[in-house]
DNA sequence: ACGATGATGAAC
DNA sequence: TTCATCATCGTA
């Protein structure tokens, strides 16, 4: 079974979503090679109250996909280095985007991106086969009970409330 | 524990 | 125009 999400799979609550997206598989197409992982870890940003979200503090050049229409990558530079990929969820205007942490053959933000090739140029565009960077369900079912929930990594500067928000989810995979 | 490394947003 | 900050990672 391979089926491509739409952007209507991301028109959800962002946290029902990030959940749901364990187990699917990240694939990318570069000229005529295609490389694909499973999505093993991910991280909640949601809405307008979140102190951890790039959104909390109003609408800008850099998040305003974060405001758009679900299904779209946001993607962003982090400490002059790293791309972190983020999949907009929730409906328009509503800002809201899931950072995929990693997948079962790139365990962090940072080295995810590096194998799946991903850079600014990707920011805006909808995850579909035609973009070259989408998301596919491979019938690999996660039961709720093999998904930890932890708080999120890196944002202490947020507070204590939304720091300790549990918004992290990832499954453990067999070596 | 810390430095690399540069875009971003807020202050001035 | 300057400046602190930052959803990280590899080395120590």
């Known amino acids: 079974m391979r089926k491509i999400l739409k952007p209507d799979f ?13 187990g699917k598989f990240l694939v990318r197409k570069i000229g005529n090679k295609e490389i694909a992982s499973m999505i ?3 991280e909640a940003y949601d809405g307008f109250n ?5 959104a909390s503090r109003g609408r ?19 400490y002059g280095m790293y791309w972190m990929l983020n ?17 079962a053959d790139a365990k962090s933000p940072g080295k995810l991106t ?5 850079n600014k140029s990707l920011n805006g565009k909808i995850a579909s ?8 369900d491979r019938g690999v079912k ?10 999120r990594i890196g944002v202490y500067y947020a507070g204590p409330y939304w720091s300790r928000r549990r918004y992290r989810f990832l499954i453990e995979i067999p070596q």
Do not use: C
């Open 87 to 103: 999949i907009v969820t929730g409906p328009k205007d509503y800002p809201a985007a899931i950072l995929i942490r990693g997948v």
């Open 142 to 151: 996660v039961e709720a009970k093999n998904i930890l929930k932890t708080k």
């Open 129 to 136: 086969k035609t973009t070259g960077l989408w998301i596919e």
């Open 50 to 54: 979140d102190k951890a979200s790039h």
């Open 60 to 78: 800008t050049l850099r998040n305003e996909v974060m405001f758009g229409e679900a299904g779209r990558w946001y993607v962003y530079l982090i």
């Open 40 to 42: 093993t870890e991910v």
């Open 114 to 118: 590096k194998y799946f090739q991903i």
């Open 10 to 22: 991301f028109n959800h609550p962002t946290l029902i979503v990030a959940q749901n997206l364990l």
